[in-house]
């Protein structure tokens, strides 16, 4: 009895001295990690491997093209345009040949157009219209198309290359289709673009009049009134005109300016005949009153 209690009082030190032992030894927060060497980079080698796996699994290939492409479809009836264009983008290569692949372009295209990136957007509606032509989409592809390079046409101020790429394109759509239903608008983007031109040519036709570029200035006006005879912007052209004009008389040469003063009366007189309604009317009819009192001078020197 008593070598039987001594044998459980033994084994209970035993137990207690070998848990005390793991308790430093083997702390419960250990992981497989730091008990095994190495263990750790080769747990994170597989869990990139898996990742780059998952990455596999998820492009876009035969087998998921269905399932992709109503993946995209529902993020474009969401207007979760960027979503939709980037697995469009994707789905399109694949497409080729297919009767969906015209569907696919016109919604990458016009995802690329609702997110408001109309460079990308005018380029894949361009690539529509030269893949597809005889598609029912065409004819709105091309508008889309033309919107987009009027969207992005730069202020009056910058390169223009955009704005006349855009007003011949607009021309060539109405051309093209004479009977759309967008002629009102194609012709409100013409006036837009034209009179940006126009106010970016009277703007340097003032520079020259402020720097005292008389004769560049003459020549501008000249070129404006050729090219934009129709423009609102007629009435102010013809206004820094008199106003240039005016100038180099008054600091020309005795000889010179008789000739001059008459250049200066006849823009007046344009604008009295063509725009008398004109805010600037009224301040051309007083420079035209001093001019002529000025030419009245010189001829009666002259004689």
């Known amino acids: 009895m008593v070598k039987n209690s001594i044998k459980i009082l033994i084994f209970i030190l035993i137990a207690t001295v070998a848990g005390a032992y793991s308790a430093v030894a083997l702390p419960v927060s250990a992981s497989m990690e730091e008990l095994v060497p190495g263990k750790r980079d080769s747990l994170r080698q597989a869990k990139r491997e898996l990742r780059a796996q998952e990455k596999v699994s998820k492009k876009v290939t035969f087998e998921t093209f269905e399932q992709n492409y109503a993946k995209a479809m529902r993020y474009y009836e969401k207007q979760q345009y960027l979503s939709a264009a980037s697995l469009f983008e994707e789905l399109y290569p694949i497409s080729l040949g297919t009767p969906r692949a015209d569907t696919i372009l016109y919604l ?15 380029f894949h509606f361009r690539d529509y219209v030269r893949r597809y032509p005889n598609s029912d989409r065409t004819a709105d592809a091309f508008y889309y198309c033309i919107s987009a390079i009027y969207e992005s046409s730069a202020d009056y ?6 704005t006349e790429y855009a007003i011949e394109q607009i021309k060539t759509y109405l051309q ?22 126009a106010r970016k040519d009277l703007e340097a036709l003032k520079l020259y009049y402020n720097t005292d570029h008389f004769e560049a200035c003459q020549i501008a006006a000249k070129n404006f009134f050729v090219e934009y ?41 344009k604008m009295e005949l063509e725009f008398p309604d004109s805010k600037y009317a009224k301040e051309t009819s007083k420079i035209a009153a001093e001019v002529t009192k000025q030419l009245e001078k010189i001829q009666h020197k002259t004689n």
């Open 176 to 197: 093209a289709y004479p009977d759309n239903t967008h002629i009102e608008e194609c012709n409100r983007m013409l006036d837009e673009l034209r009179l940006k031109l």
């Open 157 to 162: 101020y910058l390169d223009q290359s955009n």
């Open 229 to 269: 005879s129709y423009s609102p912007l007629m009435p102010e052209a013809i206004y820094y005109l008199v106003l240039n004009n005016y100038e180099y008389a008054r600091k020309s040469v005795a000889r010179k300016q008789e000739e001059r003063y008459k250049a200066c009366l006849e823009a007046c007189r």
């Open 108 to 122: 990458f295209a016009h995802s690329y157009y609702m997110n408001k990136d109309y460079a990308m957007a005018a």
